[in-house]
T-cell receptor
């Protein structure tokens, strides 16, 4: 079974630029999550999708972050404009059913300079 | 607000020296407590889910236990390949289909040969 795929693996941008991350979850997984992991911290949930609908985006900074999940499969997370404090690893995860374990991708490491 | 505190922040052991990692939590209605392992540059890898106080789960040299306020990850006779950051997370019964995890900062474990 293929795992959660994310791209790119690394991205360096200047502050105020925009950036987008892509995620392809495990086949058949209805639930998709985006987490932000700052160096030395645990992952922090940004947004949860169930199929193509948003279930929880209470911790998403909506003035600069946006996310969508097309046709209930792939998802894109966008930051516009980026700030220095957005430097982090952005992790995508998926789970087959609600309240079951989530499987994580390798993440995208974003550096904002 | 759900909170997860892990201790110690870092732990260095000799190969074969058993120990325990602690995860204390406060959550409004625990739905599940999760343990993940994270290697440098990778996403978290699922280890265990515990659902109720008194529950225990084992996998190779690892055993996770759960009480009403904390969880322990016991490592028996560890090997160098057990070196990683171990993350604890809680899933709250917030309803509405939201089941994202609240993570602790992790325990960075180093096993020396």
């Amino acid at each position: 079974e293929a795992g959660v795929a994310q791209s790119p693996r690394y991205k360096i941008i200047e502050k105020r630029q925009s950036v987008a991350f892509w995620c392809n979850p495990i086949s058949g997984h209805a639930t998709l999550y985006w987490y932000q992991q700052i160096l030395g911290q645990g992952p922090k949930l940004l947004i949860q999708f169930q199929n193509n609908g948003v279930v929880d985006d209470s911790q998403l900074p909506k003035d600069r972050f946006s996310a969508e999940r097309l046709k209930g499969v792939d998802s894109t997370l966008k930051i516009q404009p980026a700030k220095l404090e957005d430097s982090a690893v952005y992790l995508c995860a998926s789970s087959r059913l609600l309240n079951t374990e989530a499987f994580f991708g390798q993440g995208t490491r974003l550096t904002v300079v | 607000e759900d909170q997860v505190t892990q201790s110690p922040e870092a732990l260095r052991l000799q190969e074969g020296e058993s120990s325990s990692l602690n995860c204390s939590y406060t959550v409004s209605g625990l739905r599940g407590l999760f343990w993940y392992r994270q290697d440098p540059g990778k996403g978290p890898e699922f280890l265990f889910t515990l659902y109720s106080a008194g529950e225990e789960k084992e996998k190779e040299r690892l055993k996770a236990t759960l009480t009403k306020k904390e969880s322990f990850l016991h490592i028996t006779a560890p090997k160098p390949e057990d070196s990683a950051t171990y993350l604890c997370a809680v899933q709250a019964g917030s309803g509405g289909g939201a089941d994202g995890l609240t993570f602790g900062k992790g325990t960075h474990l180093i096993i020396q040969p």
